[in-house]
């Protein structure tokens, strides 16, 4: 025999006795087979014999199995809750769920200083109806910026320019705020303010303009 198969011999030697054995140490194996402790620890540093002993290892192991599951069995049927569990999990009957749950680091410093979640919600959302109520009305010529912007270069073009408002248009202006400062006064509407009116407070004028001289028309066809 060659010191090639000699060695793969004393080496498949080595396996077997290490899956029937497995208490045994590496000292002790060298005895067995009748070789160094040193020639064992080369052996270990091979990947290829890991490698081989692992592969012999699980065909002993599998083999084993139906054994190991009959036992498992008869402890269940016995009434072993541990050994049913078991079994029922090999088997795929049973399946355990896990459930992890992960705390950011905010959710970690709130329950440091046990502080509740809800607390902070409901002080943002406070804060958050203090700021809204305090929002200036909502301009509609906002909701077209590009429109907005193109008007107001205009209009500063026109000032760089020295080109005012022409006075016709002036003119046209003074006579419509005239002649709605009559009908106001007319049917006891106030006047806007002297500062100068939003859109939105200019409409609602205008709408309760409308309204009280509806009223006042009717009242005089009654």
């Known amino acids: 025999m060659s010191n090639i198969e000699l060695k793969k011999a004393n080496q498949m030697a080595a396996i077997d006795l290490m899956i029937h054995n497995p208490d045994l140490n590496k000292k002790q194996l060298a005895e067995q087979i009748n070789v160094s402790h040193r020639t064992i620890q080369s052996w270990f540093a091979d990947d290829r014999f890991v490698d081989m002993y692992y592969k012999k290892y699980m065909v002993s192991f599998n083999a084993k199995l139906p054994m190991v599951l009959n036992s498992m069995i008869r402890e269940a049927v016995e009434g072993n809750v541990q050994a049913g569990r078991l079994v029922l999990e090999?088997?795929?009957?049973?399946?355990?769920?896990?459930?992890?749950?992960?705390?950011?680091?905010?959710?970690?410093?709130?329950?440091?200083?046990?502080?509740?979640?809800?607390?902070?919600?409901?002080?943002?959302?406070?804060?958050?109806?203090?700021?809204?109520?305090?929002?200036?009305?909502?301009?509609?010529?906002?909701?077209k910026p590009k429109k907005r912007q193109i008007k107001e270069k205009k209009a500063v073009e026109r000032i760089k320019e020295g080109k005012p408002p022409s006075r016709q248009k002036k003119r046209e202006d003074r006579a419509n705020r005239y002649a709605l400062l009559q009908r106001a006064k007319k049917v006891g509407l106030e006047p806007l303010p002297s500062r100068r009116p939003t859109a939105s407070e200019k409409r609602k004028w205008l709408e309760k303009l409308a309204e009280l001289e509806a009223k006042q028309s009717h009242t005089h066809q009654a």
Do not use: M, Y
Not at 100 to 120: H, N, R
């Open 90 to 143: 090999h088997s795929g009957k049973l399946v355990k769920n896990i459930n992890v749950t992960v705390d950011s680091p905010f959710e970690k410093f709130l329950k440091a200083e046990q502080i509740d979640a809800e607390d902070i919600l409901d002080a943002e959302s406070e804060e958050v109806a203090e700021i809204i109520e305090t929002l200036p009305e909502r301009n509609p010529e906002n909701d």
